[in-house]
C-alpha cells in the first residue's frame, strides 16, 4: 500500500467518526511490514476524558488482533476545514500508546501529518524523543 493509499485509509476512517462535541473527526491508518493496515477513528464522550484517539483505537484494533510488530507507517487525518493549515499530529498519549507497540517489532515508523495543503513526514522518534518504552523496564 503505498503512502496515499495510507492516507485515504485514514480519511476514510475519519467517516466513521463519533464527535458529537468537537465535531473534529480524525482518522488513522497503521500500515504494517507484512501488508496488514488497520484503521482507526476518535470515539469521544459525553464525560470528555473518555473520549477515545483515532491513534489508540487503531492500536487496540491491531492489538486486538494479535499484531505485535512490523508497524511501517502511521497516516492521521483530521477535518479538512478545522485546525488552520498546519496538518494534524498525533497527541502526546497516541505517541505513547503508538511507540509501545512499535517498540515490540523494534521499528520506527514513519507518521504521515496530514493537513490540508501538506503532508509531513516525521519519524515516531521524532514525535517522542527520549520515549519510555518496553526496554524502559528491563
Known sequence: ????????AARLAAQNSYAPYS?????AALRFSD?????GTNIENASYGMALCAETVA???????GIRGGLDAV????PADRGGDEPITPCGRCRQVLNELAQLGSTDPDVLCVGPKEVKRLKLSQLLPLAFGPASLD
Open 59 to 65: 492500536v487496540a484494533k491491531a492489538m486486538a488482533d
Open 75 to 78: 497516516a492521521v487525518t483530521g
Open 23 to 27: 465535531q473534529f473527526a480524525v482518522g
Open 35 to 39: 501488508g496488514r493496515v488497520v484503521t
Open 1 to 8: 500500500m503505498t503512502d496515499d493509499e495510507l492516507i485515504e
